[in-house]
C-alpha cells in the first residue's frame, strides 16, 4: 500500500510542477502586462494633455490683436533660415542709393556659425559720400531685418568726401527642429512674446529692387 500511494504521488508530482510553473509564467504575465498598460496609459494622457496645450498656443496666435498679428511677418524674417546674404546685399545696395551713395567691392562671405542656433554672414564693401548721409546709412542697421551689426568700420576723407571700408554681420538661423516644453494651461501670449513681437515691428523690413540698366556690361555682337 505504502508503494502505491508513492507512485502515485510520484505519478502526480510532474503535473502539478507543470501547472504551479504555468501558473506562475500566467501571473507574471499579467502583473508585467499590467504595468506596461499603466505606463503607456500615463505616456499616452502626457501627449493628450500637450496636444491640448499647443492647440491653445496656435489658436491663441491666430486669435492675437490685428496689430500683433501683423507682426508675426518681422518675426519670420528676423532671423531667416535662407536667403540671408540676399537680404543683406539688398538692405546695402538699396540704402546707398536712396542716400546718394557710391559702393564698390561689395560682397558677401560664406555662412558660419555664430553660436549653437545662430548663423552669420558677412557683409563687406567700401562706400563713399558726404558724412551726413554716410552717418545715416550706417546708423540705420541698428533698425533694420533681418538683425545685423556693423562688425568693422574704417573711415577716411578725402577732398570733403568720406570714404569708409565696413563689414556688416547678417544673422540667420533653421527653422526649429524641437518644439520648447510647454507646461500648466495657456490662455494668452506671455508678456515675453507680446513684447518681441511688437518690438520687432518698430524695424525696417527688407526691401527689393530691381537692378539699373547700366549695371550690366554691353555684350559685343560675336557675329559682327
Known sequence: MEYSTNSQLKYLGKPVLIMVVIISLFFFTVFFGVNKIKTLSEKSSKAKVLNNQ???????????????????????IALPSKGVSLFGLNQVKNKANSLGLTIENLKATNTVTETKDIDKTSISFDIIGDQTNLDQFLNSFEKVLPLANINKLSITENEGLLSASVTLNFFSSEALKKIPAVTGQINSLTAEE???????????????????????????????
Open 54 to 76: 499647443l492647440s491653445q498656443k496656435i489658436d491663441i496666435l491666430k486669435s492675437v490683436k490685428e496689430s500683433v498679428a501683423q507682426n508675426v511677418n518681422y518675426a519670420d
Open 194 to 224: 507680446l513684447d518681441v513681437l511688437n518690438s520687432l515691428s518698430s524695424y525696417e523690413m527688407p526691401t527689393f529692387g530691381m537692378p539699373d540698366v547700366n549695371e550690366f556690361p554691353i555684350r559685343e555682337d560675336i557675329f559682327n
